[in-house]
């Protein structure tokens, strides 16, 4: 499985976009980004995945690279609920495929 | 659509007793997955049901720890006996398609073993 990299935290202004990133120079042809948080006490919450096109919901963005290295997830108008950990996964989409989550980005939004 | 349901939301209970945690997946969804959270060790994987059948154990630490799925609307995660390690948040959650596809988390509950 192709390992992700994100910085540990990032702040982000209310009201302003956040743009988190995430490395995976080794991702393989079939496996797919996805995108979780955890806001503090709560369980985590999927937020949206995609293989190679961008992807959009009522939640956020993810802008793949066309290379599909890396990628970014948009929270277009940050607010001070969208304060949490997001976890960026890379994995194949099959039914025999766990998904584990490292150290994700701590963001944290401020007035 | 309730989402995923987990009872009690907090356990506080002394060590040695048994303690059974249990869940209620989204209706129509036919995987169900055991996590549990702690500071040090972050969120881990401990068992995965599929259609009810458990298809990998691995993550759960010892015989201590035990999972059934008697139907496609419940789970149990039993603990017996407990220890101070075993206090943690325990999570479930279920997807409509295996691990790979979007899981939906419970609120967790909140373990603590004194």
């Known amino acids: 499985d192709a390992k992700t990299t994100q910085p540990p935290s990032m702040d982000c202004a209310e009201g302003r976009a956040a743009n988190l990133p995430c490395n995976h120079s080794t991702i393989s042809g079939n496996e797919y980004v996805y995108w979780y948080r955890q806001i503090h006490s709560q369980g985590p919450q999927y937020i949206i995945h995609?293989?190679?096109n961008n992807e959009t919901n009522e939640m956020a963005s993810l802008i793949i690279t066309e290379d599909r290295k890396s990628s970014t997830l948009i929270l277009p108008h940050a607010t001070l609920r969208d304060t949490a950990v997001y976890y960026c996964?890379?994995?194949?989409?099959?039914?025999?495929?766990?998904?584990?989550f490292g150290g994700g980005t701590r963001l944290m939004v401020k007035p | 659509d309730a989402g995923v349901i987990q009872s009690p939301r907090h356990e506080v209970t002394e060590m040695g007793q048994e303690v059974t945690l249990r869940c209620k997946p989204i209706s129509g969804h036919n995987s169900l997955f055991w996590y549990r959270q702690t500071m040090m060790r972050g969120l881990e994987l401990l068992i995965y049901f599929n259609n009810n059948v458990p298809i990998d154990d691995s993550g759960m630490p010892e015989d201590r720890f035990s999972a059934k799925m008697p139907n496609a609307s419940f789970s149990t995660l039993k603990i017996q006996p407990s220890e101070p390690r075993d206090s943690a948040v325990y999570f479930c959650?279920?997807?409509?398609?295996?691990?790979?596809?979007?899981?939906?988390f419970g609120p967790g509950t909140r373990l603590t073993v004194t």
């Open positions: 996964i890379v994995r194949v989409r099959n039914a025999g495929n766990m998904l584990t």
């Open positions: 995609g293989l190679k």
């Open positions: 959650a279920s997807s409509p398609g295996g691990p790979s596809y979007e899981q939906y």
